[in-house]
């Protein structure tokens, strides 16, 4: 099983960035597939969710009305598009996946079966 996250990298305060998650090895869509991130200095925390059909989708409070995950189960992938980034959200970001559908309130606070190695990103002021 790998999950590969790809498309981080350093933009402005106000930029957009597309971060996409890339599945092999598993029936992608058995799996709800969640991103979540770490800063420096930080306990890594939830970012947003999406189950097999994809809506509704749930979000942190502190990206909702900027980030939007979705995902194409055809193609084994989930993206986060991130726009009107802020310095707050520089950190490294992970996909993860699991196998089934939990309840919508804890897609933040389930364990994930797999994880991605992460992809950087950093908003400069």
């Known amino acids: 099983v790998q999950l590969q996250a790809s498309g981080g990298g350093l933009v402005q305060a106000g930029d957009s960035l597309r971060l996409s998650c890339a599945a092999s090895g598993i029936t992608f869509s058995r799996y709800t597939v969640g991103w979540f991130r770490q800063a420096p200095g930080k306990e890594r925390e939830f970012v947003a969710g999406?189950?097999?059909?994809?809506?509704?989708?749930r979000y942190a409070d502190s990206v909702k009305g900027r980030f939007t995950i979705s995902r194409d189960n055809a193609k084994s992938t989930v993206v986060l598009q991130m726009n009107s980034l802020e310095p707050e959200d520089t950190a490294v970001y992970y996909c993860?996946?699991?196998?089934?559908?939990?309840?919508?309130?804890?897609?933040?606070?389930?364990?994930?079966?797999?994880w991605g190695q992460g992809t950087q990103v950093t908003v400069s002021s």
């Open positions: 993860a996946a699991r196998l089934g559908f939990p309840v919508f309130s804890t897609l933040g606070t389930v364990n994930y079966d797999y």
């Open positions: 999406i189950r097999w059909k994809g809506k509704p989708a």
